[in-house]
């Protein structure tokens, strides 16, 4: 009977229960949290979901040494978690953006394109205020590309720049993508005046197949050869793209913007989630790179909106103004932040759709945060 | 068709060969050499101080080097062989390692079967043991304790010289260590506040994108404008001479209608005739929906009408 109670003591002391603290309380409240909103609020569920879980499995306090955390090598956790710490899964989603991005919006009207690179303002915003506040450059850089709005980008400058604020920052990034809308609106409004959100832009001409096709080749020469550091990110967007476009890779486009992007979803939201482990992510310097995520967020908002409204200055022809409301776009979060601007320039103008021309700014934000990550990967790398 | 296809066949094999051949045993050097050891040089597993010989790896990539040779004699390529199948012959990505010129390789895979002598050439042949894949020339008067040296002022160009003077050993050292500091660190001392890296980024952000615009404004959007302008100019032209043709025949069944009736109904009508078609917002553009009106009594698909049909007399 001794013999029973002391095996069940020994037990005990294996439980989950024997080895909590508050902050893996903490940690899995937060991942519940995360699962709640997706499921309630529809808000970034893809993503959200996948992260809400993995925090709670990476937070089950646990007997260290039974070789199953995510930072034990070897265990299971562990080798998935090989694709986010050495870089392999955000590429793979890149692959699959391009095969699903249509990028006529932003082939019709090729200026839109600037949005786009005005709205990573964002990121460089805040990497200066991270040094001010103390953060090293590398770490500076990492936590900067927040403001890019695109958590693949995150994942694969934070691994490669400053790999313990990892977790952080692709929380932070995930978070802030699916808080797009509560972000962005007041912003929007505050910046634009009636006449503004009024206006109606022309109609995008028709794109041909051609154009389609030789853009993704000319635009990742072109971006490539300007930042090759950038390349893993951009080869694979654009090689995606070419999938979709050259007509004649149908299952390969197929394959890789339906099952591989759900594959890799899924584990790199699981394994981004289970790597925010109690005692390395509920650090002040989360909390830090949580409010300079979204610092960066509102900044690459501003500069987009302001942008516009600079850019119109230069526009004589009054029917080729473009509608500020669009501005906001040029932060990646494909299609988010171009939803935003439809909702935000309907509630103007019911029947005024900046929807398709939202859409051009904001796959130019993807190829502007992947140029970004890849100058401040040659720079601070 | 089939030359072309075989040219590019060929310069996929080629291209994939380049790409090979950066984590080939090319990018080995002889990094470092110390002909004579005094008392306070490298000592060997076996306790004895001799000559060494250093090979670094350039490349970013793991570079295996059993089966390469290591000799003095131009004329004697293949004296020392590297030993195959030991595993620590595979040097990783920018690591270096000692050779001992212990004069008898059967100490151990990392000794040479000869002795470094001052003056001497010291060569690293390729598995093949004809292709020198590099070399160092130890100078005549080389004191003892002394190396001779290759370094990289920046090891990311990977453009090793030697140095002409004797050199304190550094061996297991990688050339050029002394820029170790990191990127960051060195950021973090020149630019501080990060304005310089900000405004840099900023201009190749916007440079980049702007070349993408400039890219496709001159090879699509431009050519689309000027192609739809040649498209509109003979239908305006044309619609021009239509409505200036016509003119007398609306203007005279305009006083015809007035004369005939002369209520306001139709002076309404007529006016608003005369503003769509002034105004060209007469749609004359059908919406091109095709309608189906089904028939109950419709029996075209009926399949008693696929039935053989029985002469009837």
């Given at each position: 009977m001794e013999q029973i109670i002391s095996s069940l003591q020994q037990f005990w002391q294996f439980t989950g229960f024997a080895n909590c603290q508050w902050q893996n309380i903490a940690m899995i409240v937060i991942g519940i949290a995360f699962i709640t909103v997706a499921i309630l609020k529809e808000w970034e569920p893809l993503l959200l979901v996948p992260i809400g879980f993995g925090m709670i499995i990476g937070n089950i306090p646990m007997f260290p040494g039974l070789n199953i955390g995510i930072y034990e090598n070897g265990s299971v956790l562990n080798t998935l978690y090989q694709g986010v710490k050495m870089g392999w899964y955000p590429p793979l989603i890149f692959l699959g953006i391009g095969a699903m991005t249509d990028f006529s919006a932003l082939i019709s009207q090729p200026r839109l394109i600037l949005i786009g690179a005005a709205a990573q303002m964002g990121i460089f915003g805040a990497y200066l205020l991270a040094l001010a506040c103390g953060f090293m450059p590398n770490e500076a850089g990492a936590i900067g590309i927040i403001g890019g709005a695109d958590g693949p980008t995150a994942i694969f400058l934070s691994s490669k720049l400053a790999p313990d604020l990892m977790g952080a920052i692709a929380v932070s990034a995930y978070s802030y993508m699916a808080l797009v809308p509560v972000i962005q609106r007041p912003i929007m409004l505050a910046l634009t005046t009636k006449k503004e959100r009024l206006i109606r832009m022309p109609a995008p001409r028709q794109v041909s197949q051609k154009e389609k096709i030789i853009f993704p080749i000319i635009g990742f020469l072109t971006t490539a050869f300007i930042v090759p550091s950038g390349l893993p990110l951009l080869g694979m967007l654009f090689f995606g793209n070419l999938l979709k476009e050259s007509g004649v890779t149908r299952r390969l486009a197929e394959a890789a913007r339906g099952p591989i992007v759900d594959i890799v979803t899924i584990l790199i939201g699981l394994t981004v989630g289970a790597s925010t482990q109690a005692d390395k992510f509920l650090t002040g310097k989360s909390l830090l790179i949580f409010g300079l995520g979204l610092l960066s967020f509102v900044i690459a908002t501003t500069c987009g909106v302001l942008f516009v409204k600079l850019f119109n200055l230069f526009i004589r022809d009054p029917k080729r103004k473009i509608n500020p409301l669009i501005g906001n776009a040029g932060v990646s979060a494909v299609p988010d932040s171009a939803r935003v601007s439809e909702v935000v320039g309907r509630e103007s103008d019911p029947t005024n759709h900046l929807l398709m021309h939202a859409m051009g700014p904001n796959v130019a934000g993807v190829i502007g945060s992947a140029v970004a990550a890849g100058i401040l990967l040659s720079f601070l790398g | 068709m089939m030359k072309h296809r075989i040219i590019a066949t060929v310069a996929v094999l080629l291209a994939f060969c380049a790409g090979a051949r950066s984590q080939n045993v090319i990018d080995l050097i002889v990094s470092e050499v110390m002909a004579e050891s005094d008392s306070l040089s490298l000592v060997d597993d076996y306790g004895r101080r001799n000559g060494w010989i250093e090979i670094f790896n350039t490349s970013q990539g793991t570079v295996n080097l059993g089966g390469c040779y290591l000799t003095d004699d131009r004329d004697n390529l293949k004296k020392s062989l590297i030993q195959k199948g030991d595993l620590r012959t595979q040097l990783g990505p920018r690591q270096s390692i000692v050779f001992f010129a212990s004069g008898d390789s059967s100490d151990g895979t990392f000794y040479t079967s000869f002795t470094i002598r001052p003056g001497s050439t010291i060569y690293l042949v390729s598995n093949d043991g004809r292709t020198i894949v590099d070399s160092i020339e130890v100078p005549?008067?080389?004191?003892?304790?002394m190396s001779v040296t290759k370094i990289a002022e920046d090891l990311k160009q990977m453009d090793f010289r030697t140095v002409p003077q004797p050199v304190k050993p550094t061996p297991y050292a990688s050339a050029?260590?002394?820029?170790?500091?990191?990127k960051a660190q060195k950021i973090a001392e020149s630019d501080p506040h990060g304005w310089t890296l900000t405004v840099t980024s900023v201009s190749v952000v916007f440079c980049a994108l702007a070349i993408l615009w400039f890219l496709f404004w001159i090879l699509f959007e431009r050519p689309a404008k000027q192609k739809a302008k040649a498209k509109d100019k003979p239908a305006a032209q044309k619609k021009t001479a239509v409505k200036g043709g016509k003119e007398d025949e609306i203007a005279a069944a305009v006083a015809l209608a007035l004369d005939m009736d002369g209520n306001g109904e139709t002076y309404a009508a007529i006016a608003m005739a005369l503003h769509l078609q002034l105004t060209d917002c007469?749609?004359?553009?059908?919406?091109?929906f095709i309608t189906i009106k089904r028939s109950s009594s419709s029996d075209w698909n009926d399949k008693t009408q696929n039935f053989r049909k029985y002469p009837t007399r």
């Open positions: - | 005549q008067d080389l004191p003892a304790g050029g260590a002394h820029s170790a500091e990191s007469v749609h004359d553009t059908e919406p091109y």
